[in-house]
């Protein structure tokens, strides 16, 4: 390569071939190529196209027609649901209401803007069940709804029924008038793994017989704030409004969750979702089935979560488990002598990680069946037995019934438990609302977790000044209510 380079040379120092530019072009070239050849450089072109090779063309293209074939025979199993009802608007109290000067002008008729009523639409979508019209949905999609229609994959139509409901699991069943359906096969949520290839298929947005693709991003999610019983399953197959109710499928075609959430701070989906496992929609679907209503057991006790500081104070030696912070006198729990500050660690044969865990195994326990646990009391271990009981439908129990606007309104007194989790101050006195009857009048206007300090200006103090208060309000007559919501307190109107 030396030689060759100062023969170059040796053209370039000629005076003519200096001074030209061509040359000093043919030089830049002699050079490249010298070098090019010497160290065997051969660049391709750029035209050159890349090449796929056969066995990557066709790996790839059978994961596409299995994807496909596995799209095609779930799809008929999922309908769309939209839902239609009639709702009240609340009545509205004008800012200037206390000032005479508007009083003057407007009267007391331009102080208050009574109630009106409007149709609400939602929808959402379901999974056929049974072949004979059976669909398993969520409870949102369908709760307080008047009139139900629902779209199969055939794009016919049916009215829509709903036969049984679990406000608890936020699962609903409803039934249409058909036969020979295609029913979808049930999977074991039990079995799912974290990075399980799923499909989400629903109707976002009202778009019907949406698939979407992801895996398994976890499972056993709780403490999400979505229902009274969560076990969610999380995906990131994409869920948006609309998939509600939808199915969530493995491989294999079956069901194995019903989509139900998201977690978004936008209002759209955001690589979060959530689905019921079919393990407890099933369970939830056969208690509605045989007995109207589900029948979950019942312990009698309030439990909450260990910190490591709290696992410190208690002198254990890790934080799972479930804090007992609160009995229920003469409850199961209360007879077999557990007491506030017991960290139980075991039900009927089964560690207790957590308080969710330890919640769901109780609901899951047949009433009557005697359980043992073990827990533990000032460092020590112990053992005892609890015969479990049905869980007592407490709500209905406190939802007293009135003949005006606050009929369907359940409460209850404003414990220190209570107080301490919901970070209510101490300020603030009143009965808290624990549910509302979705056909009542007073369901666009209060919420759960609400807590009523007054009703027409009189301070409430527990659930039988409240119970005394609203019974001698009349069935046409606006109540005034002071509640407290969120960290705020404000005035609400609520008419029948």
């Known amino acids: 390569m030396e030689n060759k380079l100062k023969e170059a040379w040796k053209v370039i120092r000629k005076p003519k071939f200096y001074l030209s530019a061509a ?3 043919a030089v830049g070239l002699v050079i490249g190529f010298v070098i090019s050849s010497t160290l065997g450089i051969n660049p391709k072109g750029y035209g050159a196209e890349p090449k796929i090779s056969n066995q990557a063309i066709q790996t790839l293209t059978n994961i596409d027609d299995a994807m496909a074939e596995l799209v095609q025979a779930v799809k008929p199993s999922v309908v769309n649901i939209s839902t239609s009802r009639m709702v009240k608007t609340p009545g509205v109290q004008n800012p200037f209401s206390e000032d005479p000067f508007f009083r003057q002008f407007f009267g007391n008729g331009g102080l208050f803007q009574a109630p009106r009523e409007q149709k609400e639409m939602s929808l959402g979508s379901g999974v056929i069940v049974d072949s004979n019209g059976l669909i398993l949905t969520n409870n949102h999609v369908v709760k307080g709804a008047q009139e139900i229609k629902v779209t199969l994959n055939d794009k016919r139509e049916f009215k829509g029924k709903v036969v049984g409901a679990d406000a608890k699991t936020d699962l609903a069943l409803v039934k249409i008038d058909a036969k020979g359906l295609p029913a979808i096969k049930w999977g074991d949520s039990d079995k799912l793994r974290v990075g399980d290839m799923v499909i989400a298929i629903g109707s976002p947005y009202g778009l019907t017989q949406t698939v979407t693709r992801g895996i398994v991003s976890a499972t056993g999610r709780a403490n999400v704030g979505i229902a009274d019983y969560e076990d969610f399953i999380q995906t990131d197959a994409s869920i948006n409004p609309g998939n509600s109710g939808g199915a969530l499928v493995n491989a294999r075609g079956e069901l194995v969750g019903i989509n139900t959430a998201i977690f978004s701070t936008t209002g759209g989906y955001q690589g979060i979702g959530f689905a019921i496992p079919s393990d407890m929609a099933k369970e939830v679907m056969d208690s509605l089935l045989k007995n109207g209503k589900v029948i979950r057991g019942w312990l009698g006790i309030w439990i909450q979560p260990v910190t490591p500081a709290m696992a410190k104070e208690f002198g254990l030696k890790d934080d799972k488990g479930a804090l007992v912070s609160d009995i229920v006198k003469h409850g199961p729990a209360d007879k077999a002598g557990l007491k506030p ?14 308080p969710t865990r330890l919640r769901n195994m109780v609901a899951n326990t047949v009433p009557g069946k005697e359980v043992q ?21 407490q709500e209905a129990a406190l939802a007293p019934t009135f003949n005006n606007a606050l009929s369907g309104v359940s409460v209850q007194d404003l414990t220190s438990n209570i107080r301490r989790n919901m970070k209510i101050p101490d300020r603030i006195q009143g009965v808290i609302i624990t549910n509302v009857d979705p056909d009542s009048s007073a369901a666009m206007v209060l919420q759960p977790k609400d807590v009523i300090m007054e009703i027409n200006r009189k301070p409430v103090k527990n659930v039988d000044g409240y119970k005394a208060t609203a019974s001698k309000i009349g069935p046409d007559e606006s109540i005034l209510l002071y509640i407290y919501r969120g960290g705020q307190s404000f005035y609400i109107t609520l008419s029948k």
């Open 23 to 25: 040359g000093l072009i």
């Open 341 to 354: 500050g017991d960290f139980i660690t075991e039900y009927d044969n089964q560690k207790v990680n957590d």
């Open 373 to 393: 646990m073990k827990y533990i009391r000032d460092g020590k271990e112990r053992t005892t037995t609890v015969k479990i009981t049905e869980q007592p439908e």
